[in-house]
């Protein structure tokens, strides 16, 4: 089963190593490289200011270009982000290394995406503390990272599939404090079970709406087709 790969980092896996790697293993990835004198005479003719009113918002160029580091074994496909910002002198200028073949402009794109999966790293921490690994050996540690995925990735199901319009900007620490670690009283008669809980986080209609939601989830049950003779 071919399945595509790929990988996306900042500047600290900047490293030749990796490139060959991730090429062998058929990764396709975009790696940001600091600035340096080569790279920047590769787009000296992009670095005059735009001729004119500055606008209120950035005027972005993109550009691609071959180069080769010393410390590169060959060549490789370098994308540059060049953005004039209102009031500022020079622009803001970035590098990105790849072997994609998308257009520049798409190429960055992917890239930051980086910073969004790094927000629901983040997101992980907080809401299910999923960086207490006290266990004494890896193998105990890599299974107890697996269930906090697990239960970061049941809590973001519940989060994207189950909640009203109203609330789907809940963040995961928000969602359990208010929903899933909520007191209640449980009070036990002889046909049914009634739980009380305090409306001071989630309203009554707002938890039915939230149930029934959840309801809708459930996979429907087996048609029995039967047989005829």
Same mark, same amino acid.
């Given at each position: 089963?071919n399945i $595509? ?6 500047a600290?896996f900047?490293?030749p190593?990796l490139?060959?790697?991730l090429e062998k293993e058929?990764?396709?990835?975009a790696?940001r490289?600091? @600035?340096?004198?080569v790279?920047e ?7 005059r200011? $735009?001729?004119g009113?500055?606008s209120h918002? $950035?005027?972005?160029?993109? /550009?691609?270009?071959? /180069? #080769?580091?010393n410390?590169? #074994?060959r @060549?490789?496909r ?8 209102a ?7 970035g590098f ?5 073949k998308?257009q520049p402009k798409?190429?960055v794109?992917f890239?930051?995406g980086r910073?969004?999966a790094?927000q629901w790293? =983040?997101?992980? =921490?907080?809401?299910? =503390?999923w960086?207490k690994? @006290?266990?004494?050996t890896?193998?105990?540690? #890599?299974t ?6 697990l239960? /970061?990735?049941l ?6 599939l189950?909640?009203p319009r109203?609330?789907k900007?809940w963040s995961?620490?928000t969602?359990?404090e ?5 007191g209640?009283?449980v009070m #036990?008669r @002889?046909r049914?079970?009634?739980f009380?809980l305090?409306?001071?986080a ?5 938890f039915a709406a939230?149930?029934?939601?959840i ?9 029995d087709i039967?047989c005829s003779?």
């Amino acid at each position: 089963m071919n399945i $595509p790969k790929f990988f996306r980092g900042d500047a600290a896996f900047a490293n030749p190593a990796l490139y060959r790697l991730l090429e062998k293993e058929g990764y396709q990835y975009a790696i940001r490289i600091k @600035s340096n004198a080569v790279l920047e005479r590769a787009i000296m003719h992009l670095l005059r200011r $735009p001729v004119g009113r500055p606008s209120h918002k $950035p005027k972005i160029v993109y /550009y691609s270009f071959q /180069y #080769q580091a010393n410390s590169w #074994q060959r @060549s490789r496909r370098v994308v540059a982000k060049i953005e004039w910002h209102a009031g500022e002198l020079f622009p803001r200028v970035g590098f990105i290394v790849t072997n994609l073949k998308k257009q520049p402009k798409n190429i960055v794109k992917f890239y930051n995406g980086r910073g969004t999966a790094e927000q629901w790293i =983040k997101e992980g =921490k907080n809401a299910v =503390k999923w960086t207490k690994l @006290s266990c004494r050996t890896f193998k105990d540690n #890599q299974t107890r990272l697996q269930l906090f995925a697990l239960a /970061y990735n049941l809590g973001n199901f519940l989060r994207r599939l189950a909640l009203p319009r109203e609330v789907k900007h809940w963040s995961l620490t928000t969602l359990r404090e208010k929903l899933v670690k909520i007191g209640a009283t449980v009070m #036990q008669r @002889s046909r049914y079970v009634t739980f009380q809980l305090a409306e001071v986080a989630v309203s009554q209609r707002l938890f039915a709406a939230i149930l029934d939601r959840i309801a809708r989830l459930a996979m429907p049950p087996p048609v029995d087709i039967g047989c005829s003779n």
